[in-house]
């Protein structure tokens, strides 16, 4: 059992820069792109601390000092099931659901935010600030209020109305921003900027990615340390899918899981209204084009920008994966029938997901022997609401 703390260090993801891991760090001053978190993983039998809470299981690979207390309510170790109903419907061999509405303020982001408060913390920023197309600012809202950190999040007007409740039930200032979340991007920089806060932007530091990469240790740990054939995400700033893909790397780098085993292919699922990385990937590109004038319902998805496209389209590439697009016409239906078939409260990005599986099973990119991680990011009670 590990209840040591770990030592990191940073290196950018674009350039060769590298950084100790003892300053807070936003971009690489060199080239501008995100920085990574280089870690050595412990051997696998002390590396995992089963008595701890959520994914503080996986501390030992996490950036946090030792003895360092962490900013924790409750964030990870989400349950993973199978749904053999699903996967006989879909034609392929095994399908299990990763449940990520069940954390802390109901979706994956509060993994991110529960590392990127705590590092916040340790080096005591006055103040955090966030664009968000949603979820990231609930979380952060939330986080903050467990840290007792003030927290602004700026927010598109068409955010659904029970996230945006979430935001102001946790005492957070909320700024509404006409637009995408792009825009919200710019105020919410300028902002800390001007004050001297800690802007946690997706990528625009490296803990939140840190914190997302704990779906991979569980995704690994909870199917028996082996990995599927795909896991398939609903793709908007990347740091899900990036942080998955991180996850593999290091516990096949350190003997975690076998370092021959094949990867899985990464399938990334996004809106038809915002696909930048679907059409970047179809077009053989390193980096994605701003989508202009996105538009879906599936909020979390609405990120015409992504800041981490480079690494998304390497992790495509690398996996021999697919990027598919989805109406949000289909996506409601598959919501629907994702909650009706599993008892899970699908989120429309998670109903994106699925939505994506059925087309890769029918273009035969996936079949009958492919056994399948579908990640619903968020619960669908944060969608409904009644005017
Ligand atoms: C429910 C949900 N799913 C998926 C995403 C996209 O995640 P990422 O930015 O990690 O690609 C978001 C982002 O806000 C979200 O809220
Ligand atoms: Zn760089």
């Not at 696998?44 to 503080?56: C, E, F, K, N, Q």
């Not at 986080?143 to 602004?152: D, E, H, I, T």
């Not at 199917?223 to 398939?232: E, H, I, N, Q």
Request: charged letters at 20%; one cysteine or more; aromatic letters at 8%.
């Amino acid at each position: 059992m590990s209840t040591n703390g770990t030592t990191w260090s940073l290196y950018c993801s674009a350039c060769d820069a590298t950084a100790p891991g003892d300053v807070l760090a936003s971009l690489c001053p060199v080239c501008g792109q995100p920085w990574l978190t280089s870690v050595t993983l412990p051997d696998r039998s002390v590396g995992i601390d089963s008595a701890a809470r959520g994914l503080w299981r996986y501390r030992s690979v996490l950036p946090v000092s030792a003895g360092e207390p962490v900013v924790a309510i409750g964030e990870g170790w989400t349950p993973m099931f199978e749904s053999p109903a699903l996967a006989r419907a879909l034609g392929i061999a095994r399908l299990w659901i990763k449940d990520e509405g069940q954390n802390p303020t109901a979706s994956f982001k509060a993994r991110g935010m529960a590392l990127a408060i705590t590092r916040a913390r340790a080096f005591g920023v006055p103040g955090v600030t966030v664009p968000t197309a949603g979820n990231a600012g609930a979380a952060l809202a939330a986080y903050a209020a467990a840290a007792g950190m003030p927290v602004r999040v700026y927010a598109p007007r068409t955010t659904p109305p029970p996230i945006l409740d979430t935001v102001l039930a946790f005492g957070a200032t909320l700024i509404l921003v006409d637009g995408h979340i792009g825009d919200a991007g710019r105020e919410a920089r300028a902002y800390a900027d001007d004050h001297g806060w800690f802007n946690v932007a997706t990528l625009r530091e490296p803990y939140r990615v840190e914190g997302m990469k704990t779906m991979g240790y569980e995704m690994a740990e909870q199917l028996g340390w082996r990995l599927p054939d795909a896991f398939v995400y609903p793709t908007g700033g990347g740091e899900g899918t990036i942080g998955i893909w991180k996850a593999i790397a290091e516990m096949q780098g350190a003997g975690w899981l076998d370092p021959d085993a094949r990867r899985p292919k990464v399938i990334v699922a996004q809106a038809a209204g915002c696909a930048p990385i679907v059409r970047a990937f179809a077009a053989n590109a390193d980096r994605a084009e701003p989508w202009v004038d996105p538009v879906t319902y599936a909020s979390g998805l609405r990120v015409p920008t992504p800041l981490g496209d480079r690494l998304l389209l390497r992790a495509l590439r690398e996996s021999d994966g697919a990027a598919v697009a989805i109406d949000d016409a289909v996506m409601r239906v598959q919501t629907e029938r994702l909650s009706a078939a599993t008892g899970v409260d699908a989120a429309p990005e998670g109903g994106c997901a699925l939505a994506a599986l059925e087309v890769l099973v029918a273009s035969r990119t996936l079949g009958s022997t492919s056994e399948v991680v579908l990640f619903n990011t968020g619960s669908g009670a944060s969608y409904r609401w009644r005017d």
